[in-house]
């Protein structure tokens, strides 16, 4: 496709940095999966032994809330709720339907991203202050029993929840085409944008039009 017709939607840094905390958050699912449900032991070999996954689990939990930061102070402008997202739900079936023809106003994220958003922001940090009151030999032998008790079940909670939310989030990107490869290129096209985004192709479009004397 010509490059005249791709719009850059995610820089590298924020591409390699969601890409970094995929592989990290998968890893410290997969071994924290292994203690939740016995069946799934055996992905305690997800880091080489059980032993190793007890140890590397909450540092790759650790990097995963590093990474959430850096993509939260880059993003969140994009995804404070706005009054034309109530066009997203009031049309919500079209959407679903990947019917297009209505504009909806959509800026850089629709409503739907936005929940998903502040869902994610939320359980992960859930996670790393349940994961910190739990998380032995450093902080955990300085906490009261029942503290300790309620911060295992806060964790074991909403990691199942974020794992839920995460299988959501790719059935989605694969579901909506174009998806995937702009979140690997950082590219999509123009058509895509205008279908999808339509606010947000404009907004990135007024500029590139001044600039060529066309507007």
Sequence with gaps: MNKRDMILRTRFPERACHWVMVICFFLAALSGLSWFFPTLSGLGAVLGTPQMARILHPFLGVAVFLALVYLFIRFVKYNLPEREDLAWFANLKDVLLGNHDKPLQIGKYNAGQKILFWGIMSLISVLLLSGLVIWRPYFAPALP???????????????????????????????????????????????????????????????????????
Excluded: N
């Design 145 to 215: 029993i029942p503290l300790i008790r309620l911060g295992l079940f806060l964790h074991a909670a909403a990691g199942i929840a974020l794992i839920l939310l995460i299988l959501g989030h790719a059935y989605l990107a694969f579901w909506v085409k174009g998806s995937i490869s702009g979140m690997v290129t950082g590219y999509v096209s123009r058509a895509w944008a205008r279908s999808h985004h339509d606010r947000w192709y404009r907004q990135i479009s007024k500029p590139a039009a001044k600039s060529e004397g066309r507007e």
